[in-house]
């Protein structure tokens, strides 16, 4: 019976195919804009704990100030030392690696093309606490480091303005007017959460930053120290340890606030996804309304459906068919309709998350746990709006129902 029923559904869905198609249009519109945004948001939520654990492992960054960003406070806040690296490193049990940073903005010259471009001063350590690959070449030793050398490392950003197609190992650019060879060359990275170009960066050796660059004039010349746990650690315990050295280190009484910054990039992975995790359960919730609206209109139709087909219904009724089995036949209908928007919706959801996935950069994280979801609530609205009009035509009277013109 209820292949009859739905054989049935099919030939009337066909017999008035662009009122079915409008019908369900609602649906289709609901179902893929719920599979859209949860996509989307999933792949959103997974760049993001990429983006951000590229950044480093178990990764601490410690900077003067009290805040990030165009408002932190870091006016007349002195800088780090290297003995406060030192001592991080040294005192702190649940550290793994420190590298203290120096950062400027220098020009760079490689025959013709000059650019502006970010140096970092650092250590060895920085390429493991960053997860720095290197595509070619070598990275900067703790000879160099020793030496003072004039060698940097550079991005892929770098490579591809300066030196374009040419490999740059073993060549020389000059950065504020000091000549720099080339030893290494990193693998790409990508941005941050923030948007910046991890690969537009040049790191040299931090006594060459001191020493050739910045003409060092205090032993305050630290920017920035990035402090790697080990894997295990507590980030809170290990935030606590450090704040207190550094209150000490930097002469702050009990009163005092702090005068420097601890960033803890997994507190912001888990931040970051959490608010996107929001956002898409809210626009998901909005674009849910449209089933509800394809509910409505399919309640609608199936209402002027079972005024179209009263005669029908009463020469049913009237050679024996049960008031259930009417009821049954306008239900099966209603489903069928809801369904097929489900499916179309799944469809389209599915070709509009892999293209936008693509035109925004995000993973496609095409979940089919979402994909039954939505097309069991279509399937659902089809019931619940479906319902009365079935209820209504069960109720006919044959008689009057004959009558009908």
């Not at 207190?244 to 280190?249: I, K, W, Y």
């Not at 005092?256 to 995790?277: G, Y």
Request: charged share 20%; proline share 3%; with cysteine.
């Amino acid at each position: 019976m209820l292949w009859n029923a739905f054989l049935i559904a099919l030939r009337e869905i066909r017999r008035n195919l662009m009122r079915a198609f409008l019908t369900v249009l609602g649906i289709v519109i609901g179902v893929t804009a719920v599979i859209t945004m949860v996509t989307l948001g999933r792949g959103a939520t997974t760049a993001i704990r990429t983006q951000v654990s590229n950044l480093g492992s178990n990764l601490l960054v410690l900077r003067p100030g009290a805040g990030f960003g165009p408002r932190s406070s870091s006016a007349g806040v002195p800088n780090f030392s290297e003995g406060d690296a030192v001592a991080l490193r040294e005192q702190i049990a649940s550290v793994a690696a420190v590298a203290p940073l120096s950062q400027n903005s220098y020009s760079t010259i490689y025959r013709q093309k000059a650019r502006n471009s970010t140096v970092t001063g650092t250590i060895p350590d920085y390429f493991g606490i960053g997860k720095w690959k290197l595509e070619d070449g070598r990275l900067i030793d703790d000879d160099d480091v020793k030496k003072g050398a004039a060698v940097c490392v550079i991005g892929q950003t770098v490579k591809k303005e300066l030196f374009g197609s040419t490999n740059p190992v073993g060549e020389k650019i000059r950065v504020k007017g000091s000549s720099v060879l080339v030893v290494g060359l990193l693998a790409y990275k990508g941005q941050t959460g923030f948007g910046q170009d991890q690969d537009d960066t040049i790191i040299v050796p931090l006594t060459t930053m001191e020493r050739r660059l910045k003409g060092r004039t205090s032993i305050h010349s630290i920017s920035q120290i990035m402090i790697s746990g080990e894997d295990n650690s507590s980030s809170d315990d290990m935030i606590a340890d450090i704040t207190a050295l550094m209150r000490e280190r930097r002469n702050l009484q009990g009163s005092e606030e702090n005068n420097f910054m601890l960033f803890d990039t997994r507190q912001l992975a888990e931040a970051l996804s959490a608010t996107t995790k929001v956002m898409t359960t809210l626009l998901s919730a909005v674009a849910g309304v449209s089933l509800l609206v394809g509910g409505i209109g399919i309640m609608n139709i199936m209402l002027v459906s079972v005024t179209e087909r009263t005669r029908e219904i009463g020469i049913r009724l009237a050679i024996g068919a049960r008031a259930r089995e009417v009821l049954l036949q306008f239900l099966v209908e209603a489903i069928t309709l809801s369904s097929l928007g489900g499916l179309l919706g799944i469809a389209l959801g599915f070709t509009f998350c892999f293209t936008l996935s693509k035109l925004i950069e995000v993973p496609f994280d095409f979940d089919p746990q979402i994909n039954f979801i939505a097309f069991l609530f279509s399937a659902t609205v089809g019931v619940l709006f479906g319902f009365m009009p079935a209820r209504r035509a069960a109720a006919l009277d044959p008689i009057e129902a004959l009558r009908h013109e």
